[in-house]
């Protein structure tokens, strides 16, 4: 990646779904079927992942899946940093306490976002056990936050952008690693690019 504006393509749409595939079955071994398992997509591309997890779960097993969406806008430790932050919904038509709910994120990095995402899930109730499946982990950890459920493990550096876009917002499904630009931060693919 020599030019600046350089971007490669490390996972396409065949590579994401194999991996959903992947994570879903290791969800039902490491769970034990699906008793008392809930998913939550942090929103804006978690939440798309977590639809298709349940999708691949149900098709699996047979057997409805809770399925919910997490806004953390308002946990985020640099919320204050954010002009105008994109405010979505929480949505989770189901009871938390008691249920091992397994959180899903497109790209994990530092963590914060997994931080937040936890305090705003115990504002909600007292989940048994929370476990954190992600698309990509691309390293740079600074809270110690680790994933039970990776679809790939990709190193790169901090002046580059690891970002999911998918078919339902983005018009394509694919992962991609680009340089930042002068000013700009690492951070989600904007919807609708």
Avoid: W
């Amino acid at each position: 990646m020599s030019e600046t504006n350089a971007k490669v393509v490390c996972m396409d749409a065949a590579e994401i779904e194999r991996s959903l595939t992947r994570i879903a079955h290791q969800i039902l071994e490491s769970n034990k079927g699906l008793k008392n398992v809930a998913l939550v997509g942090i929103v804006t591309r978690g939440d798309l992942l977590a639809k298709r997890l349940v999708q691949k779960l149900e098709q699996i097993e047979g057997v409805k899946v809770p399925l919910g969406k997490l806004d953390i806008s308002f946990y985020r430790d640099d919320f204050a940093t954010y002009f105008s932050p994109e405010v979505h919904s929480t949505e989770i038509p189901f009871d938390i306490d008691g249920k091992t709910i397994v959180l899903i994120d497109d790209i994990l990095f530092t963590g914060r976002t997994i931080r937040a995402a936890l305090d705003a899930l115990m504002d909600i109730g007292r989940p048994a056990c929370v476990q954190l499946a992600v698309l990509v982990d691309r390293g740079h950890r600074q809270l110690p936050i680790r994933p039970d459920y990776v679809g790939k493990n990709l190193p790169s550096s901090l002046d580059e952008s690891v970002r999911l876009f998918l078919e339902e917002v983005d018009g394509e499904t694919a992962v991609e690693v680009m340089r930042i630009q002068a000013g700009q931060r690492a951070g989600s693919a904007p919807l609708n690019r």
